[in-house]
């Protein structure tokens, strides 16, 4: 696999079980379809800290560019610009073809730390203390 932005080779890599791609050049990050849904259910928030390359797979294919950016899994897999809302909106790539996501570095873990932020400002929990609290005590 390639890297989109700048075609040198993905290393494998993984974050506890989650396989994903990281690019040596410019820390980019390729989740295939469904790594995403995976990484949602770790506990942290900073993952990309926790990315860790496997052995022996940096070296691969020299690089080859195109006018526009390419799947690492699909030959003829366009990436399309996404934006991911949230809080923020974040904006990365998706491949139409196979799903797979491409992000930049420091991308991953601010989406990772919107899901986490949304998850526990509107948690049930936490709307239910938020409504069960007195705004100001009762004299
Ligand atoms: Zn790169
Ligand atoms: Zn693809």
């Not at 791609?21 to 849904?37: F, N, Q």
């Not at 860790?52 to 699909?74: I, K, N, S």
Request: glycine letters at 8%.
């Amino acid at each position: 696999m390639n890297c989109p932005r700048d075609g040198a080779a993905l290393a494998d890599a993984k974050i506890n079980e989650c396989r994903l791609g990281k690019c040596p050049a410019c820390h980019g990050l390729w989740l295939d379809s469904g790594v995403m849904e995976d990484l949602f259910k770790l506990p942290g928030a900073k993952v990309e800290s926790c990315v860790q390359v496997l052995p022996g797979t940096e070296d691969g294919a020299p690089p080859h560019m195109t006018g526009y950016m390419r799947c690492p899994r699909c030959i003829d897999g366009r990436l399309q610009g996404i934006t991911y809302t949230l809080a923020n909106s974040i904006r990365i790539y998706r491949c139409e073809n196979c799903l797979g996501l491409w992000m930049d570095e420091t991308e991953l873990d601010a989406i990772l730390r919107e899901e986490k932020w949304l998850k526990s400002a509107y948690s049930p929990d936490h709307l239910r203390q938020h409504l069960g609290r007195r705004v100001r005590p009762h004299a």
